[in-house]
């Protein structure tokens, strides 16, 4: 089983809401990241936890904040975001980040528009 | 410094050709991973497959075939006979190390249209 779900598929929010888009796996895999994709861009890796902690945060605003409650679960939680914020918002996982050979998989994304 | 190349933009063909879509990386690393990945509409990148640098067999998945080729460092996907649920972005990928952990970077993408 490789699935990665993410919720919501889609979310519209002002730019003084407060949202929080929710990941989840069941693989047993110890590495999760979120991803930021513009149209017809490739993914942007955004932050990377390993092992609960966060590993990697590739200068993200701080409009963006992530969190990992457990080693299933991946929140970013969006505050006072801006209209150019609005992209799909991908969570993928990987068994490990110190080892090339992992794969990532990759949820079917959130779709956000800002307001 | 790692750097991914999928030269073509857009690629339209239609139903039962056969198409390539090129993939060309830059690396520094002796061992590397290279990856390709689907995108359909729907937004989620399905993984296709992982190719390592050690091992340069080539590879065929029924319609789906993969030329690895170290010499020109070039990773090239062809999908044999096309059909229309082929259509989607289709993106090459290099894992590289960097900080301790192993990144992916991304080409551009190819957009590959295929028309019934």
């Known amino acids: 089983d490789t699935e990665v779900t993410q919720t919501p598929k889609h979310l519209v929010m002002g730019m003084t809401n407060k949202k929080s888009l929710k990941c989840e796996q069941h693989m047993g895999h110890r590495a999760m990241y979120w991803y930021k994709q513009k149209a017809k861009k490739p993914p942007e890796l955004m932050f990377v936890?390993?092992?609960?902690?966060?590993?990697i945060n590739e200068s993200v605003p701080s409009r963006f904040s992530p969190e990992c409650p457990n080693s299933s679960l991946l929140n970013l939680h969006l505050h006072a975001l801006q209209p150019e914020d609005s992209a799909l918002y991908l969570c993928?996982?990987?068994?490990?980040?110190?080892?090339?050979?992992?794969?990532?998989?990759f949820g079917p994304g959130t779709r956000l528009t800002v307001l | 410094a790692q750097k991914v190349t999928q030269a073509q933009t857009e690629i339209s063909v239609v139903e039962k050709e056969d198409v390539t879509l090129d993939c060309v990386y830059e690396?520094?690393?002796?061992?590397?991973?290279l990856f390709w990945y689907k995108q359909p509409p729907s937004g989620e990148l399905v993984f296709l497959i992982r190719?390592?640098?050690?091992?340069?067999q080539n590879e065929i998945s029924g319609r789906y075939s993969w030329n690895f080729q170290k010499s020109t460092s070039s990773f090239n996907f062809t999908i044999t006979a096309s059909q229309v649920v082929d259509s989607a972005v289709y993106f090459c990928?290099?894992?590289?190390?960097?900080?301790?952990?192993?990144?992916?970077?991304f080409g551009k993408g190819t957009k590959l249209s295929v028309i019934p």
């Open positions: 690396t520094r690393d002796t061992t590397y991973y």
């Open positions: 990928a290099l894992s590289y190390s960097g900080a301790g952990s192993y990144q992916l970077t």
């Open positions: 936890y390993s092992y609960e902690k966060l590993s």
């Open positions: 993928a996982s990987s068994q490990d980040i110190a080892r090339g050979t992992d794969t990532q998989y």
């Open positions: 190719r390592n640098s050690f091992d340069e």
